[in-house]
């Protein structure tokens, strides 16, 4: 089994920071690409932000420059880091990974979601 456990949401009003971190454990071999998505309330998922095994990242256009996505393969966790809060940025924030596990294969893992709320 491979979980993923998000924390760091919250409530901030708009201009304000916060930091998300997703943490994997399990019987992992290795782990590559990482991201966050997020769901408003009433619209799709949507991605924000991936980093790759290597390091390269890539963001949704509405997150750049405000939103710094990093990783800690050592402590097997990423990292969101969110500046410039608008009150759009609201939603659940979903850490997904893929995942090589010990016994070779390969899985997509979602966490449970973090609520993010952005007051105005």
């Known amino acids: 089994q491979v979980r993923l456990v998000e924390s760091g949401g919250g409530l901030v009003q708009a201009g304000g920071s916060l930091r998300l971190s997703c943490a994997a454990s399990?019987?992992?071999?290795?782990?590559?690409?990482m991201g966050w998505y997020r769901q408003a309330p009433g619209k799709q998922r949507e991605l924000v932000t991936v980093i790759t095994g290597g390091g390269s990242t890539n963001y949704a256009d509405s997150v750049k420059g405000r939103f710094t996505i990093s990783r800690d393969n050592a402590k097997n966790t990423v990292y969101l880091q969110m500046n410039s809060l608008k009150p759009e940025d609201t939603g659940v924030y979903y850490c997904n990974a893929r995942v090589i596990t010990m016994d070779y294969r390969d899985l997509e893992v979602w966490g449970q979601g973090t609520l993010v709320t952005v007051s105005s």
């Open positions: 399990g019987i992992i071999f290795s782990l590559n690409a």
